[in-house]
């Protein structure tokens, strides 16, 4: 875990360059994405878990945490099809229980993790059709999920918009953040988010 804001972190993974978020308050905390290691629940308990989108490296760990909330967007389904992609990166199966969002919100919706306010928003379809954008505000920091890559290029699959990507990102810099932490890859600034290339777009 480093320490990017007071109470703020990021967990950086070496598999598939994963970038988790975790928020803490007064004896409360939230995670962003449960990421792919179980270990970690012997770490931190969060009372919430916040996925950025369904794709399977943000959201296989979650059943190591429960009980917990667990929110996304209200299109964010998590079922099985999650796995059909995970089967293209690794040969052994998954044995576990994927766990669905127990709550869910449509745009914007304000949450007090141990008296810290913390906003998740939801500004368009872009790297999917639910991405969520978790803004710190008294920290200056915003969780992008994929919606921004550092280190690699970031990805545009078929469920992907590129068309709205932009517009996205700079409702996401209207933000004005001090950092900005991608899904994959080291913190960046506003200033990266700006000139990152759209991908998938002509
Ligand atoms: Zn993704």
Redesign the pocket.
């Known amino acids: 875990m480093i320490e990017i804001a007071p109470g703020v972190f990021v967990r950086r993974h070496a598999e598939l360059d994963l970038t988790l978020g975790y928020i803490t308050g007064a004896g409360d905390a939230l995670l962003v994405d449960s990421g792919m290691d179980q270990a970690l629940a012997r770490e931190i308990s969060p009372s919430r878990i916040v996925l ?2 369904n ?1 399977f ?2 959201v296989l760990a979650t059943e190591a945490f429960l009980p917990c909330e667990v929110w996304a967007h209200e299109d964010c389904v998590v079922d099985d099809s999650l796995l059909d992609d995970r089967a293209h990166y690794y040969d052994e199966p998954f044995n576990g229980t994927l766990v669905a969002p127990t709550h869910t919100f449509r745009d914007t919706v304000t949450l007090d993790v141990g008296g810290r306010r913390v906003d998740l928003h939801h500004f368009g379809p872009a ?2 059709s639910h991405d969520v954008v978790v803004h710190v505000p008294d920290a200056g920091v915003v969780f992008a ?2 919606l921004v890559e550092q280190g690699a290029p970031a ?1 545009a ?1 078929p469920d992907a918009t590129p068309s709205n990507w932009r517009a996205v990102l700079d409702r996401l810099l209207e933000l004005d953040p001090r950092v900005v932490v991608p ?1 994959h890859g080291d913190p960046v600034d506003a200033e990266f988010v700006r000139r990152m290339p759209i991908p998938g777009a002509s």
């Open positions: 950025t989108h794709h490296d943000h790297h999917t999920g994929d990805q699959g899904g």
